[in-house]
DNA sequence: CGAATCATCGCAAACGTTTCCGAAAATCTG
DNA sequence: CAGATTTTCGGAAACGTTTGCGATGATTCG
């Protein structure tokens, strides 16, 4: 509605004498234009403040040169922390501007199905290309995304059939890594803490704890199994559940990190102290949980790192004009943490 | 590049036997077209498929529909977390929507400049109007949106002058009523946390602990202001700093909640007890401290609520056509924040 | 030196939508 | 019932850019 002030390239061209395909191409760096109007054009762009219209040139060219982020803002149940997504798109920014690509985040609401936003967000085109989080065992939303040809990764695995890209954190890795040490000191029942999402996050999570206990010849216990709706306060709640618990296990696996916060204040209220009467575990290193005592043992990822490669296989995909032929499977990325030895577990 | 599938405003048209122009006014839901034939319209086009190009109806209008939300990446240093904005975008979301207005989110990463960031996105018009965050004390954005007439609200003050909206917590009565809880407690040394930001928060948490000093007849002393860079991590910087001073302060104000984790933390191991021999208040209610011990005493905001509220002065900014005379002064509201009563101080 | 290639640039047609303006039909007014 | 008004819709011109195609002059080649 509002007359935005700026020129246009109508003005820039006549007032360098030229026309307005030869200042485009100049803008846009074509070599159908020599070097020395090119200089020029872009000298007078940059004196008169000419900056070319994302509508104008999305319009025509049918590509906006950005690639979105959803992410959820439900804080209370997403399982991503504090800093996760700041840090992630850091490197996803650095990763897309070394290929022109503008970086922006759509956020989802609580109150908002995640599902329904995407398809919105796809249908008006407000970005070229998308990464969804927060994924579920089964998501939709990559369904839509393929029959819509629009070029995407998944951060996050999911057991969604098809050919498409997916990064992830390696969690069942990390799980039966986390599962081993505790076996290898002698735990023989060990809690897992996960969240209450459908995420494939949590399945994924769970197959690694099996596979720990299998590895060990321990059984798989469901009891051993808890699901907490809230990110932080779901320690506590774990904490109480595991100290109503007949037999009582002796070590914990956390999904989600922030969750010994809690876990650690019941314990020692309850007279048990983390990392001697009760080993804990959490999925990733986070500055969040630096100052618990004991230090916390959990697996670390560079969050920047993992977010530049995120950037990396997103500019992959969006070269791949066209998958060749339909591979069912997905390309799965996993990302590397390594085990940081602290004081818990 | 990439040839979007989706039918167009003429397939739709052509479908129905009616004009480009009916439909579109349909879409929009203008009283210029029949009941009925607006309910015929919008079942078609929902069978078909169509959503509006977002990039045609943008570049035709002049304006996105949506508006953005900018925000530094740079976990260590901005005050903010990312929960922060989470929990902000919710309430903002919300009360952008009513007004049928999209929420998008502009990561600014640490190795980009802020001011270049934001003309960059002005310029390529990404949004009909923008949230600038992180504000500066005094901030060039808001010269440069304001000369370039694009509607926006600073979130957070700035000494910036001009007729402009801000809306902001109130870290200057926070501080303020702090230090005189803290005074009327007898203490008279108290150390204020800072960040190492020139955020025009930081200047007014510390005018607010000015006030508050002079409110008790105390001298302001500088060496009490400390300005670590991290925002974690800087609780124990303040700590060690603490521990050197020859006159060792009885209370510590932080600015940023978080820094209470490494504050306690190397308190306790100097053989400190942070509540009894040194209290602590910090600046915001924040769910990752909650499992501190003792409990930190704090200020609480509903920030959905804020959030909400950000978007209502969002929607009443973008609605003010053109100012009618230029005040000098920013209209400036402050957000109410109340104690919660803990154990820290 | 004529022809062929190449470098550089202009013309004009899109891209998909909104909206001004006018026309036709329907309704109202006196 | 004639004229005035309202309702409902269609035609067509924008919005600012990219890009296929053609034109011009310069350069190269045999």
New binding site residues.
Partial sequence: ?KKRSGI???DLASHL??????V??A??GS?????E??DKIRAEAERLG?R??Q???S????STNTVALTMRTDIGRTVAGETFFMALSEGLQASLSSAGLDLLILPCSSDQDQNEFLYRAVDRHLADAFVISNVQRYDPRIDYLRRGDVPFVALGSSETKGDYAALDLDFAGVARAAVDRLTAAGHRRILLGLTSQDTNSNFAFLHGYQKGLSDAGLPFDEELVLRPYDRIAGGAEIASALLDMKVRPTAVLLIQETMAMGLYQKLNQAGISPGKDMAVIGFRENPVCRYLAPTLTSFRVDLRAYGYRLGEVMIRELNLSRRPEANSTPRLELFPMVLVDAESG
Same sequence: chains 1, 2.
């Fill in positions: 509605m246009g390239i109508r004498g030229l026309s307005i395909s030869t485009s191409r803008m846009n070599p159908e234009v020599s070097k109007t090119q000419y070319p219209n509508s104008g040139r319009l025509r060219s049918g």
